[in-house]
């Protein structure tokens, strides 16, 4: 009982509709639907009860029926991104590739959403149904590794930091007009190595000459590679393992 008392309250925690009043039109789930795609297409700020309604052809009022407020849809909305991950594959193989081939996927959801990053920043830690699944999914992953279980839960909150960082790096590196000219951020990773390289030439910055000179030319851009690499190498060390 005393369980019940203190368990905050959530949109989850609540039935998906009044008993009373008309027969309902819809369901949170299209609700949902239909404020991700506003979401993708003009992004977070534009996601409002009335613009939603209007992409709905309803009234604000109607969708109050199913939500409370607009915090309570952006919480459904973060959820159901969740809810595109697959969990379906089995564990109990080599864990971090179970966990790498997670990490893979949160950050293919991100890039899909780029709102979501911003989303996640404003509400804090606000878990639904899937969000759930998925800690409980990458903790059953988790279960042959090494470490605590304080350990595993700050690793999978790396994995998810490090999604975040990579969707944004590969948001920021889509071209969205033409580059400023002179302007050496933009264009391909190869021209900004160069860049790196020049500037590093110049003798000002001898620790940075050192180390791009033992590091010779960079390989190819690869963000997956990159990702994966990055993961495998933090992973086990925060389990206390080193690097496999």
Not at 77 to 106: C, F, I, K, N
């Amino acid at each position: 009982m005393a369980d019940r008392e203190t368990r905050p309250t959530t949109v989850w925690s609540r039935p998906e509709r009044g008993a009373r009043g008309p027969a309902p039109e819809r369901s949170r789930t299209q609700i949902t639907a239909a404020a991700l795609a506003l979401a993708d297409a003009e992004g977070l700020a534009a996601v409002s009860m009335r613009a939603l309604a209007q992409r709905l052809g309803t009234g604000p009022a109607s969708l109050y029926r199913y939500v409370g407020s607009r915090d309570e849809l952006l919480d459904l909305m973060a959820d159901a991104v969740a809810g595109e991950l697959d969990l379906s594959g089995a564990t109990g193989g080599d864990w971090l590739d179970d966990l790498v081939g997670l990490a893979l996927q949160s950050r293919d959801a991100h890039v899909r959403h780029p709102w979501l990053a911003d989303l996640n920043d404003r509400r804090g830690e606000v878990l639904g149904p899937h969000a759930i699944d998925y800690l409980d999914h990458a903790l059953g992953i988790l279960a042959p590794a090494p470490g605590t279980a304080g350990e595993k839960l700050e690793a999978i909150g790396l994995l998810g930091g490090l999604a975040v960082l990579f969707a944004r790096r590969e948001a920021a590196a889509t071209p969205t007009g033409d580059p400023s000219p002179g302007d050496p951020a933009a264009g391909d990773p190869a021209a900004r190595a160069a860049h790196l390289a020049a500037v590093a030439a110049e003798g000002r910055h001898p620790h940075l000459l050192a180390a791009l000179t033992a590091a010779g030319a960079p390989p190819p851009a690869d963000r997956d590679a990159l990702f994966v690499r990055l993961l495998r190498r933090l992973l086990p060390a925060m389990l206390g393992q080193g690097e496999p």
